[in-house]
């Protein structure tokens, strides 16, 4: 098996683990992160009710323009966005679903930068 199948299968099995565990509320929704090989994305979710709060990736209208790709500057830039809108909807604290990626680089910055504009974790 080449590394980086092993990679993906070890990220699944451990989102699977800690899923079991996080769940998003109305008050606490969950902050999903997903990071593709050129995107990154962040949800805000409330699993009791099955809906997203809101959403923000570099694929949104508001960030095309400097953000492009999976850098630290656009993790940032959606972080900032994503904490923008959650506290839009009326929530001021989320349970963050890191999804099994290593809490470092990208993650982190997005994360960071949630944190700067007020949202609580």
Do not use: C, W
């Amino acid at each position: 098996m080449d590394r980086s199948k092993q990679r993906r299968i070890s990220r699944r099995r451990v989102h699977v683990r800690v899923r079991r565990k996080v769940r998003g509320t109305a008050e606490r929704p969950r902050l999903a992160v997903y990071r593709s090989l050129n995107h990154i994305y962040a949800q805000a979710i409330d699993d009791e009710a099955g809906r997203t709060i809101a959403a923000a990736s570099t694929l949104d209208a508001s960030l095309k323009g400097g953000h492009a790709g999976p850098n630290a500057a656009a993790a940032r830039a959606v972080g900032a966005l994503i904490a923008e809108r959650v506290q839009q909807a009326g929530v001021k604290s989320v349970v963050f679903d890191r999804a099994g990626y290593p809490y470092h680089g990208n993650i982190k910055a997005l994360a960071d930068a949630a944190r700067e504009k007020g949202l609580q974790f």
